[in-house]
């Protein structure tokens, strides 16, 4: 469950970054493997001062030197030293300035490691919105002292000559300090934070399954996928978006996807086929009797027809 920007984009245009985009620049890894990452860069990365970004990941960036301004979750925010930014999985990030100089670390896991070592209790929701609107806390020996030594401790481990249990150890340490972070972040949301993001659960897990809906080029149509990146069950998202909306959640993705779909056949030059392709059909057969179910017309028809022209 969690929360995507309120910018005004095209929010269908925002790519996903996860752990395999990293590989593609290694000369600014420090660490990856199929569960976590270590990078020393986020601009060599990612030009976030070019194009807006959704994590396909949970990242803490570490700021070490100097100091960024960076603009998430459509907010803008100011990480400096001996501060962290926390931000989960469908985080949006764009605008970066930096200052002349400055140093970071990131350390990043996969959203399958991380459903394989925690569980999602309502401290966990609390704490995952509360992060939407606070993503900034600070790390030193101050004022968050095992953070702190975690994160010196992960960074050693990285540094350090490999060795046959180093996979083994860097997973158990990254583990250990997500859930000592999730444990610290739940002992500062405050009560009446806590309260408002309980009684109104329902409500927000639609709008970020609407948001994230909206956010999809059309080529997603099933509810587990959905389901998976908002971290519930088919089930459960099915019933929460029955009782807020009086839809079931396929309806409203195909919904959407109908939207996406018009548009290419309107106003763009592909043809039939190639827009299947785009869209994820088996086969144009299968794509036009899933238009003609929705439009009461063939994709051909209906791209030469006056209709929404």
């Known amino acids: 469950m969690y929360a995507k920007t309120k910018t005004t984009m095209k929010t269908k245009d925002i790519p996903l970054i996860g752990l395999e985009h990293f590989t593609k620049h290694p ?21 976030l001062n070019e194009e807006t970004i959704s994590l396909n990941c949970f990242m803490i960036v570490f700021c070490q030197e100097g100091n960024i301004t960076i603009n998430i979750n459509g907010k803008t925010h100011l990480l400096q030293k001996d501060y962290c930014a926390i ?7 764009r605008k970066v300035v930096l200052s002349q100089s400055y140093n970071v670390k990131i350390a990043a896991a996969s959203q399958k490691f991380l459903n394989e070592i925690y569980t999602s209790t309502k401290e966990t929701w609390d ?11 600070p790390i030193n020996p101050k004022e968050s002292y095992k953070m702190y030594l975690y994160k010196e401790l992960l960074m050693t481990l990285i540094q350090e000559k490999p060795h046959v249990y180093s996979k083994q150890t860097r997973r158990h340490h990254f583990a250990g300090m997500f859930c000592e972070m999730m444990a610290a972040l739940n002992k500062t949301i405050p009560n009446n934070k806590r309260l408002d993001l309980n009684r109104n659960r329902n409500s927000i897990i639609t709008r970020d399954f609407i948001q994230l809906v909206n956010a999809d080029d059309g080529s997603h149509r099933s509810v587990s996928y959905y389901a998976n990146r ?5 089930k459960y998202l099915s019933c929460v978006i029955k009782r807020t909306t009086g839809k079931n959640p396929l309806q409203i993705i195909n919904e959407h996807t109908i939207k996406e779909i018009k548009f290419k056949l309107k106003h763009s030059d592909m043809s039939i086929k190639e827009i299947a392709d785009f869209f994820n059909f088996p086969n144009p ?9 929705h439009i009461g017309m063939t994709p051909l028809q209906y791209k030469t027809s006056e209709e929404d022209k």
């Open 27 to 47: 000369e600014h890894v420090t660490y990856i493997d199929e569960n976590i990452a270590v990078i020393d860069s986020l601009t060599e990365i990612i030009n």
């Open 87 to 93: 931000l989960p999985p469908s985080t949006i990030l």
């Open 127 to 137: 704490i995952i919105h509360y992060l939407y609107n606070n993503p900034i806390l």
């Open 230 to 234: 908002l971290c519930y069950s088919a």
């Open 285 to 293: 057969s299968f794509f036009g009797k899933f238009v003609k179910e």
